[in-house]
């Protein structure tokens, strides 16, 4: 099993903590996000990581991992940096955003699924985004399962809490079986389409998802409650530094 680590992102929410780093490297409670990943997943078991990097890259070199450029990171989103690591698609995958820290638990849910494609979605996230912003419908999401555990829909606007079942949270697991099939899926796709008022480049990970997932693939949902949180915004970074560390929605 591998890793790949989407760090590529000029991180500029986080400004002035990212003038001079990604943001995978802005230090959370003393410790950067790639850190607290990299921790969680070698206490897992999974030592073959790779970093697809692009904004200030020079900086993430001394941890000494197998790393991709993103020559575009400019310009594109988490899909297109993902399939610049296409040659690590060789082996089950577990696929995490590098703006995130996540308990073990999480991780550890995420493994034990025996799905081909798990995400890790939040059941208790209305708590989490109570806390980072005013007005939480503004920045979730669609998602929901039918009663089997898959996800039926993902990462469409809504206007109701009762479109929401969970929150996707930026880490997914892909068995090998399955990357031949997600990569001729992912290549068949029309480049002047529209995907949810984005260019292909910048599609975001959800809608290639939900394509999957209307395409008649099963994709599993891994509920969680709580043990993560999203560093994406200068506000996030400065409500986080506040927080007790025994906090329930920071564990670590």
Same mark, same amino acid.
Request: charged fraction near 25%; hydrophobic fraction near 40%; include cysteine.
């Given at each position: 099993m591998k890793a790949i680590i989407l760090v590529a992102g000029t991180g500029s929410r986080l400004r002035p903590l990212t003038d001079d780093r990604p943001k995978c490297l802005v230090p959370l409670k003393g410790t950067p996000p790639l850190e607290y990943q990299l921790r969680t997943?070698?206490?897992?078991?999974?030592?073959?990581?790779?970093?697809?990097?692009?904004?200030?890259? *020079?900086? &993430? /070199?001394?941890?000494?991992?197998? !790393?991709?450029?993103?020559?575009?990171?400019?310009?594109?989103n988490m899909v297109y940096s993902l399939f610049c690591a296409e040659k690590e698609f060789d082996d089950d995958l577990v696929i995490c955003y590098g703006d995130i820290v996540f308990e073990p638990q999480v991780l550890? *849910?995420? &493994? /034990?699924?025996?799905?081909?494609? !798990?995400?890790?979605i939040d059941r208790g996230w209305r708590q989490l985004w109570e806390l980072r912003m005013d007005d939480p419908i503004s920045?979730?999401?669609?998602?929901?399962?039918?009663?089997?555990?898959?996800?039926?829909?993902?990462?469409?606007k809504v206007s109701s809490f009762d479109e929401i079942e969970g929150q996707y949270i930026g880490l997914f697991r892909i068995k090998a079986a399955c990357l031949a099939k997600i990569r001729a899926f992912y290549h068949g796709l029309d480049r002047k389409a529209n995907y949810d008022g984005k260019d292909f480049e910048n599609m975001f990970m959800t809608t290639l998802i939900r394509r999957l997932i209307d395409d008649g693939m099963s994709?599993?949902?891994?509920?969680?409650?709580?043990?993560?949180?999203?560093?994406?915004?200068?506000?996030?970074?400065?409500?986080?530094?506040?927080?007790?560390?025994?906090?329930?929605?920071?564990?670590?």
């Open positions: 997943l070698r206490g897992c078991g999974i030592e073959k990581i790779a970093l697809v990097t692009g904004y200030k890259s *020079a900086s &993430l /070199a001394p941890y000494g991992l197998t !790393s991709y450029q993103n020559p575009r990171f400019e310009s594109t550890e *849910a995420l &493994l /034990a699924s025996d799905a081909d494609f !798990s995400v890790v920045d979730a999401e669609s998602l929901k399962v039918d009663a089997s555990g898959n996800i039926t829909d993902i990462g469409r994709i599993k949902a891994v509920c969680v409650d709580h043990g993560w949180l999203e560093v994406d915004t200068l506000s996030d970074w400065q409500r986080y530094e506040a927080l007790d560390p025994i906090n329930p929605l920071f564990k670590f």
